[in-house]
Structure formats: C-alpha cells, structure tokens
C-alpha cells in the first residue's frame, strides 16, 4: 500500500461493489458502492462505513483482476470517529511510535487479501443490478424505507409509542471507561442505568414502538438489539453538552444511508445525535 501525504492510499482502486443484504436479510434493491472512497470525517461517510457487530451480504465482480492480489483496506479512525493516533496502527504511521512487524501486525488498516485467480469453470451469470427488487421475501416494513425524513424533517407514524432513551459512558471505580444505557430520566446525577438494574422497557407482544436514542458520548456506537430487528427511521444533531432530557436539535434530520434501508440488528448511533428506529415486538408467549 502506498500511502500521500494524508496517509490515504493512491493505489489503483479495486472493483466496486453491490450490497445486497444486512443483519436483517435482504435490501429492498442493490446498493452500489464504490471501492475508493476515502473516509469523511465531517460527514462521517466513506466506501461503507461499518461498526462492530454489523454485517453486509456483499457481491463483488473481481473480472479483469484475475492475477491481482487486492486488499480491503480500513481508513476509519478508533475509537470512531474521532480516533487518537495511538490507535492506528500501520506502516509508516507518523504519530504513533509502535510500528507494526511485517507478517504479524498489529494492523488495523490492512484487514484482508484477496487473491485472483483465474476462472476455472464457468457459472451462470447473476442478473441483479441496482434495480432488482428484493423485497419479495422481506418481512413487510412498518414504514416505506427511507421516507420518514422529508425536508429536513423526521415525520413518526401516528399512534406508535415513542421512547426516549441515552446512551453516556462514565468510569469505574478502576478508571476504566464504561457505557451505559438510559432512559431521558436522570438517575444519580446522570441519565446512564447500571448494567444490573431492572429493564425500563418492558412492551407488548406484537407492540410496534419507536425509540429515539440521544448519544451524549464522544463516540459512535453500534448498539444490538436483542429479539427484534429494526428500521433506522432517522439521525438528527442536537446539542448533547446541555441536555436535559429533551433534546434541542441544531440541524435538519437526515435518512438512513443507502445501505440501511433494510432490516437491521446492529445501529450505529453517533455522538451528538439522536437516532430514530422502529421495531415490532412480534415475540413469542411464554
């Protein structure tokens, strides 16, 4: 990897390629996504930005590289989005002293090699574009995707319950960083639950429920949801130094990306922003 003097990689670019599916199952259609997209950390956007415990179901064409060893390369910082330099690893990075040993690492930068080899057999080619409708299989959605924000303006479906909820970090007694769920309650002089405290959402079988969680962390983290998968409704700024338990925003609700339109399981949710879902509690009796 060959890297300019913004330790972004000038290599020639690898294929492009379709996301089909996430946590949740299949996409309403394709999403292209371009290979060389370097990460923006104003607009938080790059090739496909991905936290932990995300997945993607992914078609890459890799015609006319046969021969070619490509890598999937990783420009994010860490902790996201604002990562310290010590925490990016890779060769020849200028502000952090610990180099990595080639063969061994560590390397958070370079993820994974693909070898190309040519084509020893011949399959039937897949007809799926960005127009393929994949929803044919798809659990119905509660809202069409993508059309809950209009103009700047998150609109939720009448009737539903909405939830107000947080997320905040703190230490421990050992001064190790920890994070914590609430509700938009203060407890102890924070918003942040302890992990063996009782659940403050218990809802209804076959309830259809919409929960706005406020990050007041610096971080952006992917937060799983357990029996239920959901729909990212939305994401809006608000100023996280003073709230209160209401939010007050300071810019326009933006959609989903591209590649959240579908079924998910595992949302990021960044600093400084309210993030809407939707979800369905269709659990089985006990």
Do not use: C
């Not at 994974?112 to 659990?139: C, M, Q, S, W, Y």
């Not at 609700?253 to 922003?273: C, F, H, I, S, Y």
């Amino acid at each position: 990897i060959t890297l300019d003097h913004h330790m972004k990689p000038t290599n020639r670019p690898g294929p492009n390629f379709l996301v089909i599916g996430t946590e949740g199952g299949f996409l309403p259609h394709p999403v292209r996504v371009e290979s060389d997209h370097a990460f923006n950390a104003n607009s938080l956007s790059g090739s496909l930005v991905t936290a932990p415990a995300e997945r993607w179901d992914l078609l890459i064409d890799f015609k006319g590289f046969a021969g070619k060893r490509l890598i999937l390369y990783n420009d994010a910082p860490a902790p996201f989005p604002g990562g310290d330099p010590l925490n990016d690893y890779f060769p020849g990075a200028p502000d952090n002293p610990t180099q990595p040993r080639p063969g061994f690492g560590p390397n958070t930068r370079q993820i994974l090699r693909f070898k190309v080899v040519p084509a020893t057999g011949k399959d039937a080619p897949l007809h799926i574009t960005e127009d393929t409708n994949l929803t044919p299989d798809l659990t119905p959605f509660l809202v069409p995707p993508g059309t809950a924000v209009q103009n700047g303006v998150l609109h939720l479906p009448p009737g539903v319950r909405v939830r107000q909820l947080t997320l905040s970090e703190t230490f421990d007694g050992y001064g190790r960083l920890i994070q914590l769920l609430g509700t938009n309650q203060r407890v102890d002089g924070g918003f942040g639950r302890d992990y063996e405290d009782p659940a403050t959402e218990t809802p209804a079988v076959g309830a259809t429920e919409v929960w706005q969680i406020a990050n007041l962390t610096g971080d952006t983290h992917p937060i799983h949801f357990h029996l239920v998968n959901v729909q990212v409704l939305g994401r809006q700024p608000f100023d996280a130094t003073h709230y209160h338990g209401t939010p007050r925003y300071t810019g326009p609700a933006r959609g989903p990306d591209r590649t959240e339109l579908g079924w998910k399981e595992t949302v990021r949710m960044n600093p400084g922003e309210v993030t809407t879902v939707i979800m369905r509690f269709d659990l089985p009796k006990a």
